[in-house]
Every structure is written in C-alpha cells, then in structure tokens.
C-alpha cells in the first residue's frame, strides 16, 4: 500500500511551466540577491508559445460556434470523441505518420497532449513496477510514473556535440528492456532539445521494442514542425509491431490552438480501448464543443505551416546566435520551438537566476531541473514569441547571467 | 505490484451513459430474443439530458468568443484556473454554499464534475486502502476506487420507502470509519435516485467525519436545482472542519453547459493543492477559452433557473405518473433531473430488455447495474428531454416491459 502523502511530496509543480505567476512570492529573498539595475524591456514568457505573436488557424472559432449551433449531438459524443471526427482524423493521421489508423480501435480524442500522455502511461503501468524514460525528455514523463508509485529508468540521450545528430544510448535502452522494463516513452522531436532521433535510432527502438515485448508510447506533439534540412522517421510506421506502439499528437502548440485543449492518440488498440475506459472516469471526454475544432487540423490554408516554420526559423537563428556569441552552449533546434541553452558559471543558483530573470527583466524561462534528473545550468525556451521582443529579451538573458557571474 | 489488465478488466465502459451507440452492436442476439412490434416515437436518449431541448444559457457562446479575441491569457492559465476568474467563482460559490472560499486556496476549475471528482480521489487515496461510498450512486465512485486499486465500502442509502425522506445508514458509516476507513465519497442530491440528504443526515455525516477524521468528497452537481419543497444543506456549512471536506460541482447539467466540459472543485486547502499538481500531468487545466464561460455561471438571466425548474417539474411528474399508474416503483425527484424507476418481472434479463428498448422503442436509458453492486431491476432516466417525446418515450418502456412480462 502506498501512501498519498508521500506520492504527492514528489509531484512539484512549482518550477513547471505556467505556473510562474502562481509562486513569484518569495521577493524578500530575491531583493537580498539582486545586483544591478532593472533590464528594461518588453516582458516575454518563454515558458510556452505566444499565441498573440502566432494566432490560431482562423477556422478554429468558426468550426467551434458551428458545433455549439448543431447542439447535442456535438455536446455529449462518446468517450473517445465524435465517430465522423475520428474518421476525419484518422485519415489525416495516417496520411501523416505513414500506417493506417482504424478510427473505430485506433484513435482516441483526448484533452490535451497532455490527457493523451496520461492515459496512455496509466493504461500500461503497473503500480511499482518500472518504465524507461528519456534524460532529458518533457517534464511530465518522470511525474506521471512516480504518481504511480512507479520507477523511472533513464535512458540518456546525447545532444550535446552539436557536429552530429543526438543520439539515445541504445545498450542503456536494451539493459533496461533485458531487464524486464516493459514501457518505454519518449518524445520525438525531444523536449526540451529540439533534437530528433534519426531514423536508425527510431528503427532500433522499433526491433528492440519487438524483440523484448515492450509497450512504446511516443510524443510527437512537434513533429509538423521541422525546419529545412529535418527528416522525422515516424515510430508507427518504422517496422515495430502495430499492438504496442502508441503515438500522441496535438494541435496545442504548432497549430497555437492550445486555449481549446485538443490531443489524440493512435495505435495499439488494446491501449486506445483501455485509455477509453479510463477517459470515462478521469474527464468523460474532450470538451464536445472543442472537438469540432479538430476539422481544420491538418486542413490549414494553402502556405500557413510553412509561413510558421519560417518565422519560427528566423526567431531560432536569432536566439541561437544570441547566446552562441555569449559562450553559452545551444544546440540548433531541429524541430518544433524550444532552445535549449546553458547558462554561465554564476555566484548564484540557477533557481535564483530565473527567479531574478522574472522579478528584473521581465522574462520567464523554465529550469532544466524540469527535465532531467541530473544537475545542469540548461533552461527551456519556447522560442514562438513576437520575434523583437524574444530576441531582446533573450539579450537580457545574457546580460543578466554575465552581471550574475563568477568573474 | 497491481497488475494493469486485472485493473482495467474492473472498468467497465459499454453500459456507462453515453457510450450506448459505441457498443449497439449485437444485432443477431436481439433479434432472436425480440417479441412483438416496433414501438413507434421520436428516439429519446434517457442516459444525459438534452441540450436541444433545454439550450446553454445564451451569453455562454458570447463569454467563449470574448476569451478567444483576448487571446494568450485566457489560452494559457495556471493550473487551477485563470486568477481572475477564480476570485469571481469563489465569491458565488460562497454565496451558494454558505460557507466562505478563498480564491488562492480553496478553489480549483476542472475539466468537467468529472474531472474534480477524479483529481479529488487520487489526492486522497491510498492505492490498495479502502473508501466508504454510497449504494447507489453515481458508477464512476466506484470505478475510480477500484482503478486505483482501493476497495469499495458500501454504505447503504435507503430511498424505497417514498413516504419518507431517503436515509442514510449511519451505523453502517461510523463502523466504516471506526474500522479505518479514511475517506467517503458521495453525491447530493443522490445520483441516481434524484433524493436530497436531509438536514440531521448531514449534520451526522459531518460529525462522524470530524470524530474519525475522514476526508469527505461531496459531488453536489445537481443542489441548483430543487424542486419545491426541498430543502438542501451543504455539507460544508454544517460544522465540519473546512480542511476535510472538498465540494465538486459544474454547470454541465442544470446549466446545459456540458459541451464545454468545466466544473469546480472546492474546499480543503491541502487537498486542492494536490489536485493542482495532479491536474499538471493529467489535462493541464480545463481548457483555457472555456473557462470563460464561467463568467455567467450563478448569474443567468433573472427567472432562467425559476423557468428551467418548472420545466422540469413537468416532465417529472408526467414520468413518475406513468410509471406508477404501471405499477412501477419509482421515487419522486427532490432535486436533479434522474427518475429511478423499477422494471417489472420480466422473462428477459435487464441487460437484453435495454438493448431491445433501444432496437424496438428508440429509447436509451441506464442500467441500475453502473450504480449499485446489488442485483436490480432499476434504470436510471435524464427526464432533462423535449417534453412531449419523453413522456411518449416512457409509455413505450412501459409498454414494451409488459410486452417483456412473465405473465
């Protein structure tokens, strides 16, 4: 028997992204701390995209009044979502991963990413049992498997040579299967890298997967937005055996429709079957409404995905040179809108830092410590910002790390 | 170490309200047991009120619309809810309740009743302890105890004698708690019977609760809506202490705002911050637009509730009539929008008889089964329908349990 209290100590939620305004109490501390002037600028929250600077397909609120119009039916669907919006989406769905997706055992709609990566996890998870993580990998990962009472098993993944691609330590991920781990999750475009695994290592995942029986479930939440020179291997069409790859997708963040919470998962249909029951009893359904918001994803206007990776692209070249030229270690984002960087050796800590960063220059990043479980001075940036203000407000990163320093 | 498909075996999902069209599937058995004529009628699905029939109040879609146009800030909120918004919900829900909510502390937006319900749970359980719920009531009490691998402890409500108000079996309850049972859950009005705990039940629950410090979840989604002459006392304004009881409540049903999936949990300090970090791995927040709509939650138009109530009335009293006149056992609706009906003796099981009413006469109604562990011949009726189809749709169950009938 676990107990509650215990299991909840280790659920921080604290440092995770949006929840900034909600804890940025402790300025007695902070005004002991604080050296220098106030960085004067434009106040950027770099902890998620800006949907002011990058606004919704303008389809969304049009197909949501038109749901609300057509009533019930829209209001009350089944716990997996609307029958003629699952067929929709499963199509578009295998259209893009390149495997066929049966919307009637296939495909579930889910509030959010986020919903579909909890389902998922507790559809497979044995209470105190084990799952095999990424390190560094989306911060939820770790969380939902310890709300289970269960063990993270860390596979690390190296991106930092940035003369070649990342690369997840494949003998660490055959260990862990060989010794009984039967859950493996990931995402892909990594967050908060912005690598992604190359089609060797996707297909090893896939044979390892099959060889030892493991169940895989991988995040693809920025796999529509890769920037030029990108290629994306899709796990769910790379080979693995269809019962036991389960792929979560979102047009949260890409598409900056994330006010609706939308998300889906596809594949395995003992999973989809088993996330069902649960999406019964954790949240009935995606908001009905909201899911008539679904018919514009991947039906954008002629031009729009590429008009956001370009702009998307221009913001990445501008960050990455920012703190390339300030000596602070970044890899080249592949996919999707996160950098990465290091920050420089400083007379404080790095929860300090962003917490000064904050209260003296306006600016919100999010802690490596999110991420992975070892100690580093990395903080995640989600770059879909107005591209004057991120890029300033970037240089007060640097400036303010530089007046923080050791030297 | 709990075993997932055990686990998941125990979640039933195919008879839950809502999901009948899912599983409509079993043509060749009907057709063999089925006797008699179709039993013409416009279709009415009993198992969730109809929200053609009673419409959303109209500033709901207006409320949306304004969250969508200011953009980031209502797209993207703390965990527990936009601030703002959570300042004005807790004042009402005060007013309501009789009982004093901090914003800051005590209150909490959730996807749905449902999903304050499910975070309300996996804050206080122990996996693999034991929670004291009440027979009947709402199926998923019961799921989410037994997802989380935790046993039910029925207690039983006793709603037959309808000459008298229903009752709780408060011996039954003491020796749950005194036997270490440190969590009850239940809904009031009850869920499915439509009765109202009475004052003295109330004041005992609280008391007991104190003595044995138990946490209490009380759902009280359908307490807006009383018919006349009953009188509703919140069991948070009954004395017990404010850090063990948590009130769940949404406008899904009276409201007719269930599209857009919000509810509110509220109450316990320690525990809302636990369903804090919960919600941050499960759905985020409830989606962000939508808790806009809020805004004209407990302030609709002058005489809307008054209007709805009387409406409502109507049809029950027609229902309740009918099935009496049948000889039906049915308990008369103090609050909520459930009649509870007994099904005569039949030579079908309860099971095919539900499955031929939806294949012979167009009507959907739920099986007792999702609410009780006991064998019974009840169904569970959402009489929230177009009038004149209900009531037509009750003859024709009565008409097709006697075409059904042993002798």
Redesign the interface.
Known sequence: ????VER?AK???DA?P??E??TATDTARWEGLRRGADLVGTPVDFS?G???AF?PPPS??DD??A??RE??E???????GR?AILEGLAEKLADFTGSPVDPASQLII???T??AL?LAVA???????RVAIVDPDYF?NR??VE?F?ATPVYITLDYQDTSRPAALDLRQLEAAFADGVKVFLFSNPNNPTGAVYTESDIAAIAALADRYEVTVIVDQLYSRMLFPGTDFTHLRAAGIGSHRVLTALGPSKTESL????LGAAFGAPELIR?M???Q???????????QAVLASWFSEPPGWMEGRIAADQRIRDGLVSTFTAAGMHVRTTEAGSYVYPQLPEMSISVGDFIALLRVQAGVVVTPGSEFTPREDRRVRLNFSQDPDAALAAAGRIVELAQCYGTT
């Open positions: 028997m676990s107990d509650v909840f659920l921080g939620v995770a949006g929840q305004a909600a998620h800006d949907v002011n606004a969304a609120i949501f009044t749901g609300v009533g019930a829209q209001a009350y669907t089944t716990y997996k029958p889910t509030p959010g986020q919903g909890f559809s497979c998870i044995d209470f105190g049992g939820a969380k939902i709300f009472d994330s006010g609706y919470r088993r069902e029951r649960l019964a009893i954790v949240s009935l359904r995606a908001a009905g409404y909201n």
